[in-house]
């Protein structure tokens, strides 16, 4: 079987935004207790942050993370995490059923990100709460000084402004599950006008209005076109979140779910445009896929886990190596709409849902799903090359969503068997193509044309693949790691390369 594609230098579709390979730190499960913060822990520093998962964190490369959450924010008093840790409140975590410390807040955040080599996108809360604590919030964060909010910080030993400027507007409002649910006026209000105070407390912040929570959602598209009639002219982003899962192993129609991603991203666009053209706005609105991720195998583990206790182990997905080639293509989807799509979060960052796991006391390690992202991060920046592909296809089905087993069908057809991303960067001057071969049972030879260039040496060809597409990873032995292949040589500006079948596939091919 054999496929094909094209780029031209001059073709280009947009330029990478490095935060679209986001990360997402919530209080919730063992992200913040027990992942990224244990003191007592033989790995961890003075300040309890583990540096065994920070050298992980650096290594998958997530330029902004993400914080507080997720649900857990529409419950959230920031206040009760800033100041002296031996007077914050232990509060009931209403969105998890779990009890929060709070000896973690804005503050450790914020060192943390330091040392993870990460910048923050704070959320606010707009479930309980509104415009007045969001403001407050922001003025203890980034105003210099003078204000009683920024003297508080500074009293509490940050002299210095935090200077954040990616903020969230709320999370899920749109979703039942969401303590303060609102309809998309009700929200679309709220935000508008916490997006008005926090634009005059700090005119240099960029705001996240929500989006759907899922494509799924009754309300997909009147939503969005409600809440940005009110917030058009206020934000600078809409969110988009999504999570795939494989419930009855249907693995065709399970990796095809990153087009079904692709549609996603350009319904929001359509909406966007329409509400724009309506406005007859000059603006044009950016897109944040700011949780994205698989998410099935841990359902019902919340059954086993202790109410009210902090902590509580939760959506720990083990991840396969389908779920690796799911994850690989759904950033090939994100970079293919990479003139759109600025900011992307990968849902979460450890041991929820996450590519980092870590043991109370114990070891930190690799998820399968680690090393598309982290080669993603590393090598996926500079100018989106438009393609032309030519593949078989095939009609995918599939039955089931992540968090809905059996309740929607997806249908996808004429997928392609190919799904890949090039992208060229001028400085050290290369193509990076990547690409996962969707067959299951078949190696596919792909013929890269680069009209344009001049390709020189395939500089590496990092490929992951595994015979079993159910093996995982443990904190003693990773199975499913990328390893170098040869054999993709340029001859008269082609790249010819066979990828195994089910893989996933970096090549980075310099030019002239
Ligand atoms: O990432 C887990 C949860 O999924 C988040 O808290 C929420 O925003 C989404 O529903």
């Known amino acids: 079987m054999s496929s094909s594609i094209t780029v031209h ?69 920031w206040e009760d995490g800033v100041g002296p840790a031996k007077n914050r409140p232990a509060k009931l975590d209403l969105a998890w059923k779990a009890l929060e410390t709070n000896t973690f807040g804005t503050n450790e955040f914020m060192d943390w990100c330091k040392h993870a080599n990460t910048t923050p996108m704070m ?15 922001l003025e203890y964060c980034n105003h210099p000084g003078g204000s009683y909010w920024s003297d508080l910080r500074r009293k509490h030993g940050y002299e210095q402004p935090h200077n954040i400027k990616l903020w969230c507007l709320g999370n899920e409002m749109d979703g039942p599950w969401q303590i303060g649910h609102k ?9 508008a006008e916490t997006a008005k105070v926090m634009k005059w407390t700090d005119p240099s912040i960029e705001l996240v209005a929500c989006g759907s929570s899922g494509s799924h959602m009754p309300t997909f598209g009147a939503w969005e076109d409600t809440v940005l009639e009110h917030t058009y002219d206020h934000i600078d982003y809409i969110s ?37 053209a309506r406005k007859k706005s000059t603006k044009k609105l950016m897109l944040s896929f700011d949780e994205w991720n698989v998410w099935f195998h841990s359902i019902g ?18 991840y396969t190596m389908e779920d690796a080639l799911l994850v690989g293509s759904m950033l090939i989807t994100l970079l293919n709409n990479a ?49 032309v592909v030519e593949c078989p296809r095939y009609d995918a089905v599939h039955t089931g969503d992540a968090l809905s087993p059996g309740s929607i069908v997806t249908h996808l057809p004429h997928t392609p068997l190919l799904t890949s991303a090039s992208i060229y ?26 009209l344009g260039f001049a390709p020189g040496a395939v500089i590496e060809w990092q490929t992951l693949h595994h015979a079993d597409l159910k093996a995982v990873n443990t904190e003693d032995e990773e199975r499913v790691k990328p390893a170098q292949a040869q054999g993709a040589t340029p001859a008269a500006g082609v790249v010819k390369a066979v990828l195994p079948a089910a893989s996933w596939n970096m090549l980075r091919i310099k030019v002239g």
């Open 9 to 77: 230098r001059k073709f280009t579709l947009g330029t990478v935004d490095p935060r679209l390979f986001g990360g997402f730190i919530e209080h919730m499960g063992r992200v913040v207790h027990e992942g990224i913060f244990e003191p007592g822990h033989p790995a961890a520093d003075p300040a309890g942050l583990r540096q065994d998962v920070l050298a992980l964190v650096r290594e998958l490369g997530t330029p902004v993370t993400r914080y507080p959450g997720g649900n857990f924010v529409s419950g959230y008093n």
């Open 425 to 450: 960067n001028a400085e050290p001057g290369e193509v990076v193509v990547f690409a996962v071969n969707r067959d299951l049972a078949n190696a596919q030879e792909v013929r890269i044309d680069l």
């Open 301 to 318: 583990q919340e059954k086993n886990s202790p109410e009210w206790s902090v902590a509580r182990p939760l959506l720990e997905d083990v």
């Open 240 to 276: 988009i979140h999504r999570y795939y899962g494989n419930p009855k192993d249907e693995t065709p129609g399970y990796l095809a779910l990153s087009d079904e991603m692709d549609r996603f991203i350009k319904n929001v666009v359509a909406v966007c445009d329409s509400v724009g």
């Open 183 to 191: 309809t998309a006026q009700e929200y679309g209000r709220v935000a």
């Open 123 to 137: 959320a606010v809360n707009l479930g309980t709460r509104g415009p007045d604590e969001a403001r407050n919030l």
């Open 339 to 387: 003139d759109r799509v600025k900011i992307g979060c990968i849902a979460q960052t450890v041991n929820v849902i996450a590519p980092i796991m870590t043991r109370k006391g114990g070891g930190a390690w690799r998820q399968t799903i680690f090393s598309p992202f982290s080669l993603t991060s590393k090598y996926g920046g500079g100018e989106v090359l438009r393609q």
